[in-house]
């Protein structure tokens, strides 16, 4: 969403919990910085977390006039709607998809989609160059489960790495797109140790 945005022209801000995905943003030219912070400067939010109340009433209460929240990770919980309605004193429609909540102190706040997911609640849904990978997954992944159900213990597992390369490949080819393969001699030098400095 980060790179989509900001090929759009928009000063992008990346709020994080995680030091390695904040440095990861930062290392691909994202300003990174806490919400209480972003929340103060920002126009436009997007919870991508699939986590609970990302957007909470001590961030609706400094956001700018006329701000836009919407959910594009998970539920409608990653914004904590009933906060929102808390802090309001009117809630109404502007226009299909978006209600206005007219805050206790003069600004407003646009919640997009009822704070569901947005290219669900306000748009149609995931496009189809999408959900074929998701669907492949999904099957691939019981096909995995159902021949080595044995040796499975009962607990959630990762996407094993093979599966997601093959639907990778898969995908760029379907777009005329492939990538290299690896010699043996290279293979060899990386599964080895002797060689290198």
């Known amino acids: 969403m980060a790179s989509r945005v900001r090929g759009l022209g928009a000063r992008t801000i990346v709020t994080e919990i995680d030091p390695l995905r904040g440095l990861e943003a930062v290392m691909d030219g994202y300003e990174v910085m806490p919400m209480k912070e972003a929340a103060k400067i920002g126009n436009i939010f997007i919870t991508l977390t699939g986590n609970k109340h990302v957007l909470r009433a001590e961030h609706f209460a400094v956001m700018k006039d006329n701000a836009i929240v919407c959910n594009s990770g998970h539920f409608n919980v990653e914004i904590d709607i009933p906060a929102l309605r808390k802090l309001a004193k009117s809630v109404r429609p502007v226009r299909e998809f978006v209600d206005e909540y007219q805050m206790k102190n003069g600004r407003s706040v646009h919640l997009l989609g009822e704070g569901r997911l947005i290219n669900l609640a306000a748009a149609e849904g995931h496009p189809a160059s999408v959900m074929d990978m998701s669907f492949a997954n999904q099957a691939l992944s019981v096909e995995h489960m159902t021949a080595y159900h044995q040796t499975l213990d009962r607990r959630v597992y990762n996407v094993p790495k093979t599966i997601d390369r093959e639907i990778s490949r898969l995908k ?4 005329g797109m492939f990538v290299d393969s ?9 599964a080895s140790w002797q060689e290198g400095t």
């Open 172 to 175: 760029l080819a379907s777009m």
């Open 182 to 190: 690896l010699t043996k001699e290279q293979e060899h030098y990386l």
